[in-house]
């Protein structure tokens, strides 16, 4: 069962759980180049599960939501209760085949827009960050509750990251020796 606007949100929420939204943001980036440094292309591509992303996928989907968030954000502090529209992630990641995307691309892709955006979010003026988007899903979004959310997804991609790393490699099949 799809859980849903709501329970995904504080779900998110959750994991932020009243730490600092943007200091988590900050941090995120090392975090995945540390996790994921050693790793071949192989390994990253990898998926834990037939249903679930590998760490290539996770990667090639945090760099497009990154994206999405700038834009929002953008729209956001520039014209108060826009509305903001949703997308499907699982139709992003089809269609953009994030299965095929280079994991390090994507992740200094992530990592130069991230930059970009927790800067911009440095240099306005504190009164904006309660200026709103009407998000299709999940209604009125300030700022502030964006800088959460965007923890909050940052946490949940990065414990999934984090999973799929210290997971034991699935062994091949043993030959038998001989006499047994």
């Not at 941090?27 to 037939?50: I, Q, Y």
């Not at 992003?92 to 955006?117: H, Q």
């Not at 209604?139 to 990065?158: F, P, R, Y």
Request: hydrophobic share 35%.
């Amino acid at each position: 069962m799809q859980e849903t606007a709501q329970e995904y949100t504080q779900r998110l929420l959750g994991y932020v759980d009243g730490k600092p939204g943007l200091r988590i943001q900050q941090a995120t980036p090392k975090k995945l180049s540390l996790l994921t440094k050693r790793l071949d292309r192989k390994r990253l591509a990898k998926r834990p599960a037939p249903d679930k992303w590998s760490v290539a996928e996770i990667l090639a989907h945090m760099a497009d939501s990154e994206l999405a968030v700038a834009w929002r954000l953008r729209m956001i502090l520039t014209s108060d209760g826009v509305p903001i529209q949703a997308y499907d992630q699982d139709a992003w990641a089809g269609t953009f085949n994030y299965g095929r995307r280079d994991p390090k691309d994507s992740l200094e892709r992530f990592r130069v827009l991230r930059e970009s955006n927790v800067a911009l979010l440095k240099s306005v003026p504190r009164n904006l960050l309660g200026n709103y988007g009407m998000h299709a899903e999940r209604g009125k979004e300030t700022v502030s509750h964006l800088i959460n959310m965007v923890a909050g997804h940052d946490l949940n991609h990065l414990r999934q990251v984090e999973s799929i790393v210290k997971a034991p490699r699935a062994k091949g099949k043993r030959k038998p020796k001989k006499g047994q």
